[in-house]
């Protein structure tokens, strides 16, 4: 069965870096394009990133980029989520989905706090 495994949150102080990572199984990881999404408390889940199936193409909320990095290891099946200069806003539990042929599937969620 497909599963997608986030990890890689936590604490962190303004200005400050997380690396989160999502480990896949159960599909044709280098066949289908991956993203990253968020949901504060009390917010609508929105859409942090998306890298094609190849890795060459990707698009970014427009108040991350330049901040964020997503990128992928098709020999791992792992997708990646840089963050650099990390905000209070960027609180949230962070998703990874995916969408196959047939199905839309996510991650459990990991949560990224970013406060002093």
């Known amino acids: 069965q497909v599963q997608l495994v986030e990890s890689g949150g936590g604490l962190v102080q303004p200005g400050g870096s997380l690396r989160l990572s999502c480990a896949a199984s159960g599909f044709s990881f280098s066949s289908y394009a991956m993203s990253w999404y968020r949901q504060a408390p009390g917010k609508e889940r929105e859409l942090v990133a998306i890298?094609?199936?190849?890795?060459?193409?990707?698009t970014y909320l427009d108040s991350v980029k330049g901040r964020f990095t997503i990128s992928r290891d098709n020999a791992k099946n792992t997708v990646y989520l840089q963050m650099i200069s990390l905000e209070p806003e960027d609180t949230a539990v962070y998703y990874c989905k995916t969408q196959t042929w047939n199905a839309v599937y996510w991650g459990q969620g990991t949560q990224v706090t970013v406060s002093s």
């Open positions: 890298i094609n199936s190849a890795g060459s193409t990707t």
